[in-house]
């Protein structure tokens, strides 16, 4: 461990690869933006100025928080913050920290034809990630977010207030039960879809996340189907609902779309090239 009065930024990040490398796939990465949020920079800061010394409680921070990464937390909950849709997202361990992937479904969205004053529903909205970042797009649109879970409901509340789009309602609701009597020209989740049973759930950020915002019953399917059910009833006639998937779920989230009567049906590859969202429209 470097002489914590003496390091530079050059000597405490390398110093940091060497304690995460063999924890983390991404170890240069997270010794990066573990010091980035310790020093309150921006990264071209590192490599300008490579020879600053850090003070003694900037590298007694930065240690603690290596520590923490070196224990498997994910580099999110450590400084508490993901960036989305490039605003950034207060994180907690009450639900999914964001992800890039969703950005297709964000992106998707958009590109669909609707009233400029659509109705809009984010089921399981988590952090708030796709509904605040729909409302910073859409100012007219009137979005609601629903979540089950409290702690999840608070925090999109917090990250509502932090990006201040106070006209965004977020609301618990267990899926549809809190807007039963509700209709929306567009419906979208990034509900739970991973397999109960999926061997990635031991392993890495995952573990540090809620089950209940990872997995779901009938190989991961539950919950995606339940909403597509519940969806037919709460759509206006010509609107869309679009779901994000695991990459291997597209052909039969595609089957059941088809199968309520939607029409449009199609899927949406995220910036990897996988399978990553399905919509389809309601026509009545
Ligand atoms: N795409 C996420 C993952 O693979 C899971 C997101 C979800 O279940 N909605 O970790």
């Given at each position: 461990m470097p002489q914590s009065s003496y390091s530079t930024i050059a000597e405490a990040l390398q110093w940091a690869y060497s304690q995460l490398a063999a924890t983390s796939e991404s170890a240069h990465v997270d010794a990066e933006a573990l010091l980035l949020h310790c020093l309150n920079k921006n990264r071209s800061f590192l490599y300008t100025w490579p020879e600053r010394l850090l003070t003694s409680e900037q590298f007694k921070a930065f240690s603690q928080m290596v520590t923490k990464r070196q224990a498997g937390s994910p580099v999110a909950h450590i400084i508490g913050e993901r960036e989305f849709w490039s605003l950034p997202f207060i994180v907690n361990d009450s639900t999914l920290i964001p992800r890039p992937d969703t950005e297709i479904l964000v992106e998707t969205a958009l590109n669909l034809t609707v009233r400029h004053n659509a109705k809009v529903l984010d089921l399981g909205t988590g952090t708030g990630a796709i509904a605040l970042s729909l409302a910073s797009e859409r100012p007219k649109w009137r979005i609601t977010a629903i979540d089950n879970v409290p702690g999840a409901v608070e925090l999109a509340k917090a990250n509502r207030n932090n990006l201040n789009l106070p006209d965004v309602e977020i609301i618990q609701s267990d899926w549809f039960s809190a807007v039963e009597h509700r209709d929306f020209d567009l419906i979208v989740s990034n509900p739970p879809?991973?397999?109960?049973?999926?061997?990635?759930?031991?392993?890495?950020?995952?573990?540090?996340?809620p089950q209940s915002a990872l997995t779901a019953a009938d190989e991961g399917y539950a919950d995606l189907f339940h909403i597509a059910d519940q969806a037919c009833k709460h759509l206006l006639t010509g609107g869309y609902l679009l779901l994000e998937h695991g990459y291997e779920q597209a052909i039969k989230v595609r089957e059941k779309l088809i199968e309520l009567g939607f029409q449009n049906v199609a899927t949406v590859r995220d910036f990897g090239s996988n399978d990553r969202c399905t919509l389809g429209q309601w026509v009545g």
């Open positions: 879809y991973i397999d109960e049973t999926d061997e990635h759930l031991s392993m890495g950020d995952v573990r540090f996340e």
